[in-house]
Structure formats: C-alpha cells, structure tokens
C-alpha cells in the first residue's frame, strides 16, 4: 500500500468520481481506475460500492478513508518538521564543555538562541580530557577545549583566545606591583586547582625551569571556588583571566603582570570530521562566525583541521 494509492482513493472519495479525481491528479481515468482496484487488491476488500451510481463507500472504504487522511497529514506534519529543522526553528543541540570553557560558551549561546530560539540546547558538564571522547562516541555532537584535540578524527574551529592571570587580594603585598618576577612567588601559597590539564603542566614546568618552589598549599575542585577563595584574603592563584573579569572590574581581586607566565590559550569548538552535522550544530557554528566579526567583540573564528 503506497501513499500515492492512498491519495488517489481519497481523491476519488472527494470528488465522488473516478474522472474528476482524474482530472485533480493529472492523470487518465483509466490509471486512476487502475490505481483504485490494485489497492483492493492489496487490502482483499472492496472500497467502492460499483452498483451504485455515485460509487459509494462500503465498510471497509470508510475505515481506510480514515486512516488514509491521518497517514496524509503525518506526511505533511514530517515535511513541515523536516523543513523547520533546515531553517534550524526546531531540533536539539548537544555539547560538552568543562567549568572553564563553558564560560566562553555562554556569549555563543546567547546569540544562538536569539537566532534559533526553538532549538533546545544541552550542555554536559565533562573534564577536559574526556571531552574529546564524548565528541567521537557521539554522546554529545559538539565539544568546547581550551587544547588542540589529538585525535585525527576530530575537526576544531578556534573561537576566543584566553591567557593566565596571576591575582591577589587588593591588601596583599603584591597588589600594588605593575607587574612581579616568577620568582617573587616563591614564598606564596597558591590556591590551585586540582584537576590536570595541559596548562597546569605548563605552569609546574615554568617554576621549575626558573628553579622556583610552586607552594599550592590548597586545592579546590572549581574555579569560582578559587577566586572566591582569594578574594576572601586567602592566598594567589594563577585562574583563566575570563574567570574573574568581574572581581578585578569590583576590585575585589587586583591582576598582578607575570612575565615569565603569559601563557595564552585558544578556545575551541571540535566535532567529528567525518560527521554529517546536525541543522543546529550548523547555525551554531555559523554564529560563532558571525560573532567573530562583530566589531570590537573579542571572539575569533579560525578552522584548524
């Protein structure tokens, strides 16, 4: 039983003739006639009573009108959806970012849902390392990494840049420096964070290169944590400078220069290379395009692989 068939029985059934059901369908009486007794056939029941003049339905053509109407309008209901999800007014988006770079993800998320604000967003709360393995076994379809992913198999378009901040208390002996020697901060007690990343490693490698003692003295599971931690009097801490954008702007925190630690980092949007993207991961993709030429936004846009 095909769709057409069941659109040539219902038109027949409209029009209350073979020849003008013809003529709706664009098609010769005899193929519509055709048409009507292979789905008879089909089915094993007849659907028309040919005795009458008007070629009424019998019990079984009443039934089959109905559901034939109801399989038509899922047809159009799906091209109706299917044509919302290209124009991304519907679907769903699935990432995954770490505490850091979800902060980078939230300026991308705004203007995604002032543009798509039909599509729901989930956003999976995952370590850095894991992310990558997240994207390829297809748990989440975008991934957000403040590192390049080693994987072949992964694609990253770069979308903001990040550096390390060193920060104190606004009453510590440092706050009032223009800037501090690595190995100034010999005798400080930093509060760090636990996690490993590839940035800490370089941290631990810049003290040690400058034969300087690192004295992490506390450790916490979240930057908020750390700042907050900070800004309560509580030792330094080296923290992604986006982190604490509104303790320096309430003076909370001061932001001491460390030369020897300018570390700079790119943030990143990674997928499967070989994927074929969702409507929404393109309209999302495509808006951190856009973001990235706006005038005095700091965002970039740059495919890697």
């Known amino acids: 039983m095909e769709l057409s068939e069941l659109q040539a029985f219902l038109a027949v059934v409209e029009e209350g003739s073979f020849s003008r059901a013809a003529q709706r369908l664009h098609r010769t009486q005899p193929a519509v006639s055709q048409t009507i007794r292979k789905l008879e056939n089909d089915l094993g029941e007849a659907l028309f009573d040919r005795s009458s003049r008007h070629g009424h339905l019998t019990d079984a053509g009443v039934v089959l009108r109905e559901y034939a109407e109801k399989l038509l309008n899922l047809r159009g209901e799906v091209r109706a959806a299917l044509a919302e999800l290209r124009s991304a007014e519907r679907g769903k988006l699935t990432l995954a970012a770490n505490e850091f ?7 991308l998320l705004h203007e995604f849902r002032r543009a798509c604000p039909m599509v729901r967003v989930s956003v999976t709360r995952s370590l850095a390392s894991r992310v990558p393995e997240a994207v390829l076994n ?28 060193f920060v104190v208390h606004p009453r510590h002996p440092l706050a009032g420096a223009g800037r501090a020697g690595i190995r100034e901060l010999g005798a ?6 636990h996690v490993p ?5 370089k941290v631990l490698a810049a003290f040690k290169r400058h034969k300087t003692p690192l004295n992490m003295d506390v450790e916490l599971p979240t930057l908020e944590a750390i700042r907050k ?4 009097g509580n030792g330094v801490a080296l923290v992604p400078a986006v982190c604490v954008q509104g303790e320096l702007a309430r003076g909370e925190l001061v932001r001491v220069p460390v030369p ?23 309209a999302f993709l495509k808006v951190a395009e856009a973001l990235a030429q706006k005038p005095g936004t700091t965002s970039l846009f740059q495919r890697e692989r």
């Open 101 to 107: 770079t979800s902060l980078y993800l939230l300026p």
């Open 138 to 165: 297809h748990s989440v379809e975008l991934g957000m990494l403040s590192f390049e992913p080693e994987d072949p198999a992964l694609r990253s378009v770069v979308v903001a840049t990040d550096q390390l901040a």
């Open 188 to 193: 400080q007690s930093f509060v760090a964070h």
């Open 197 to 201: 990343s590839p940035h800490r490693a």
């Open 229 to 232: 931690f900070v800004a309560m």
């Open 260 to 282: 020897e630690l300018q570390f700079e980092r790119k943030i990143r949007i990674v997928y499967r290379k070989k994927a074929a993207l969702s409507h929404a991961a393109r």
